[in-house]
């Protein structure tokens, strides 16, 4: 420590501000990047490729929806065919990754946005809903405060999840756990209550209103929201794919005609074994069109490279050239991703800042140096000499002492 105080007592006194200044700005650098990591852990909806793969080679990719995509429920099936095959075609299977039989190559689910009234008794209310399908909670697990999720399995697709408020407002309390309820005079049963984000950020990206979850075919019968008549594979068709003699799709197109309902979201969690693989399977094999559809690498969204992008983008960023609506949760995660692009700009910046300044410590002691190259060489070399002849003049101190 002595050595360290000697060493920085001779510079002078505006070059000690500087170094200073230096190992703040790496430490507000660091800090920085430790903020951003905690940040981007605060969406669990955003993480389902984290918790669907203990190795991290999987990958969460979203599919946003206009309404000219025309996507319909009976679409589903012929969408899991073309990534499956498209899998296989890569040699992505169960026996490669050496998972089991039983496991699944991938999960996904997919939602439609509406509006119902729920009616308890005398009591109504009427709440935005997420009519679900396929393993919806997985990719989007919220806080249960009383009950269980319903299952995409079920039989009779008349169970429900309410907010808090909303089972406040119909029955007075949260703990109505297989209470009944009805939509448009027909009974469904509360499988859970669960709490609903009332921060400022999912209050501004869509939750400012109560929020139901409901079974997509519920959705599909009572909301008043948008439906449909055509089919997906026209945009297969576009794209394209050719479907095959046999193929699950076609059984899925010819039933689509009377599904009715938009699909606004299909998420899927796969493996990726490299990056951005996920994503470019579910582009080429579903088709991607961007005047009808957004895709989103959930698990790449917030690291350093799309973070750049996102800086990028700045000028052009709020702009809306299509009529994709986005969901909250989607609302939310852009919200965070502008604000971690700010801190990653202000985290270069910190960096930038002391390579600078190294660089004009190091140039400023070089031109004011009292040494040259040779002095230095000399200095070592006399050094080395003081040392061997310290340590002889020891050993020969010693050799006197024993022979004494």
Excluded at 292 to 308: C, E, G, P, Q, Y
Aim: hydrophobic share 40%; aromatic share 8%.
């Amino acid at each position: 420590m002595s050595k360290i105080r000697g060493f920085i007592g001779r510079i002078r006194k505006w070059k000690k501000r500087v170094f200073v200044l230096i190992l703040l700005l790496l430490a507000a650098s660091w800090c920085l990047k430790a903020v951003r990591g905690r940040l981007a852990l605060t969406l669990p909806d955003q993480l389902e490729g984290t918790r669907w793969s203990e190795t991290g080679q999987a990958a969460q990719i979203s599919c946003f929806f206009s309404r000219e995509a025309a996507v319909s429920p009976g679409s589903i099936r012929q969408m899991e065919y073309y990534i499956q095959q498209g899998l296989e075609e890569a040699s992505v299977t169960r026996e490669s990754l050496g998972i089991r039989d039983a496991a699944d190559l991938f999960a996904d689910s997919w939602c439609a946005l509406g509006r119902l009234t729920i009616e308890a008794g005398d009591r109504s209310c009427t709440v935005n809903a997420v009519g679900t399908g396929g393993n919806y909670f997985l990719f989007h697990p919220l806080d249960l405060a009383a009950g269980y999720y319903y299952l995409p399995d079920d039989i009779m697709k008349d169970r429900i999840l309410l907010d808090t408020d909303t089972a406040w407002k119909l029955f007075g309390s949260s703990d109505i756990e297989g209470q009944m309820v009805e939509i448009q005079g027909i009974p469904h049963y509360v499988a859970g209550v669960y709490e609903r984000e009332t921060d400022r950020a999912s209050v501004e990206a869509g939750l400012a209103q109560n929020l139901a979850y409901v079974p997509l075919e519920c959705l599909q019968k009572y909301t008043e929201g948008r439906y449909i008549t055509s089919a997906f594979s026209d945009s297969q068709e576009d794209s394209g794919t050719d479907a095959q003699e046999g193929d699950p799709g076609q059984e899925a197109d010819a039933g689509s005609q009377n599904d009715g309902i938009v699909i606004e979201c299909y998420e899927i969690v796969m493996p990726s074994p490299v990056a951005a693989f996920a994503k470019n399977i579910v582009e080429d094999k579903i088709g991607h069109d961007s005047e009808t559809m957004k895709i989103v690498d959930n698990t790449a969204r917030f690291s350093d490279d799309s973070l750049l992008e996102v800086l990028g983008e700045t000028m052009t960023r709020g702009m809306q050239l299509n009529a994709i609506r986005y969901p909250f949760w989607e609302n939310r995660a852009r919200a965070l991703e502008s604000r971690l692009a700010i801190l990653l700009l202000i985290q270069y910046i910190c960096m930038v800042i002391p390579a600078v300044l190294t660089v004009v410590l190091v140039v400023s002691w070089y031109r004011g140096k009292t040494w040259t190259l040779g002095t230095l060489v000399r200095g070592l070399l006399d050094r080395n000499y003081e040392a061997q002849a310290r340590r002889k003049q020891e050993r020969d101190r010693a050799a006197e002492e024993e022979s004494v």
